[in-house]
């Protein structure tokens, strides 16, 4: 086997990721049909009525990703915006004793888990997300009538960091 053959070998499988990665919703162009997104993409993780008119398709990372796609189409299944939803700008928007559990899914999809707590009476949403190549989580916190009643965030501890405390 010659010296090239592995550089040729990494270099097949650069290209590849690179043609994989244009699958992607953050790629989708503005205008662009919902058959046609629907037809590169395939099926959304999540599909939601907007209440403007129209649809959001939800294109979900999780639970081993860190990014949530929105891609929100106009009434005429022609797409309006794209946003990856995982960010603080997105988390700012959530209003604490007004959005309900319906709007956290509309905005970030299905929880990386779910869990309950002690201290509080209700379930709690975790959702993984990339702050800055640190891997977080925001915990979005439900009461029993699925309200939310508090946010908080942590970081999420790797193998790695486990290991060395």
Known sequence: MSLASPA????AAAALALLAGCASPAFEAPGTPM?????KLGAPTG???????????QYSELPAGSAVWNLDFDAAGRLRSTDQSLRYADFDRIVI???TAADVR?????PTKIERVASFDGPVWSYRFNDM???????VHLDPGGV???IQ?????????????
């Open 133 to 139: 190549n640190n891997l977080r989580l925001i915990h």
């Open 97 to 99: 004793g007004q959005w």
């Open 148 to 150: 939310v009643r508090k």
């Open 47 to 57: 599909r939601y009525p907007l209440p403007e008119g129209g649809e959001r398709l």
């Open 106 to 110: 509309r905005l970030m999809g299905e």
């Open 153 to 165: 965030y942590t970081d999420e501890l790797t193998a790695r960091d486990r290991l060395a405390r």
């Open 8 to 11: 040729r070998a990494v270099l």
């Open 35 to 39: 058959s046609a997104v629907l037809a």
